[in-house]
């Protein structure tokens, strides 16, 4: 059965260094989406991909997160600085298309930052 | 604010107990909603659906959820629970704003946990 992968499973890091986290969605997936879930809270969106293009990160804190999609296949999600506040599980899912589609959850990447 | 609520942060049950896990949410006019679980361990999986038609859907494992427009609601049940539907369990909503986005709005989840 096809899943999104993710990688890395787990991430430590120190407040103020960079991190990258990717994302290699099912095969024929167009729709790509970041979400990031703090302990105790569900998931919030933080960017969504159609194909190469950018359609909703209005939620992604764009001074120290970003996000890219070049060949509109995997993905990666980067933070730089990362702060404290930054350490929680990043999702990633994907799903046929923008209308309304099943999402596809990866497995997660699980940040902290001391 | 617009929202999706979960009451039940946790719940304990012992097996062959019925299970209701409650989900409200504020958004007006046409949503879409979902369930999903996430059992330990593993990732979010979806567990049903709502898109339209019969407000009683029928998901995987026995679950089910019925959507109560004029409450706003679509509650998840299961009328016995067995020790491995102990998880965490998402409502979410679809609120598609027009344009091409498929956002979906999570809930805080409920911790359920089944003894044996």
């Known amino acids: 059965e096809a899943e999104v992968a993710q990688s890395p499973r787990y991430k430590i890091t120190e407040k103020s260094q960079a991190v990258a986290f990717w994302c290699d969605p099912i095969?024929?997936?167009?729709?790509l989406y970041w979400y990031r879930q703090i302990l105790g809270q569900g998931p919030e969106l933080l960017v969504q991909?159609?194909?190469?293009?950018?359609?909703?990160d209005s939620q992604l804190p764009k001074d120290r997160f970003s996000a890219e999609r070049l060949k509109g296949v995997d993905s990666t999600l980067k933070i730089q600085p990362a702060e404290l506040g930054d350490s929680a599980m990043y999702l990633c899912?994907?799903?046929?298309?923008?209308?309304?589609?099943?999402?596809?959850f990866g497995p997660g990447t699980r940040l902290t930052v001391l | 604010a617009q929202s999706v609520s979960q009451h039940n942060h946790h719940v304990i049950l012992s097996e062959a107990a019925s299970l209701e896990l409650g989900c409200n949410y504020s958004?007006?006019?046409?949503?879409?909603l979902f369930w999903y679980v996430q059992y330990p361990g593993q990732h979010l999986q979806l567990l049903l659906k709502?898109?339209?038609?019969?407000?009683l859907v029928k998901g995987i494992k026995g679950f089910e959820a019925e959507f109560i427009k004029s409450k706003f609601s679509f509650n998840l049940r299961k009328p016995s629970v067995q020790w491995s539907d102990t998880a965490e369990y998402f409502c979410?909503?679809?609120?598609?704003?027009?344009?091409?986005?498929?956002?979906?709005?999570f809930g805080t989840g409920t911790l359920l946990a089944v003894q044996p």
């Open positions: 709502y898109f339209s038609g019969d407000p």
């Open positions: 979410a909503v679809n609120k598609n704003y027009g344009g091409a986005t498929n956002k979906l709005i």
């Open positions: 958004y007006g006019g046409t949503v879409n």
């Open positions: 095969s024929g997936h167009a729709t």
């Open positions: 899912a994907s799903s046929l298309g923008t209308s309304v589609n099943e999402q596809f």
């Open positions: 991909f159609q194909d190469e293009s950018v359609v909703d």
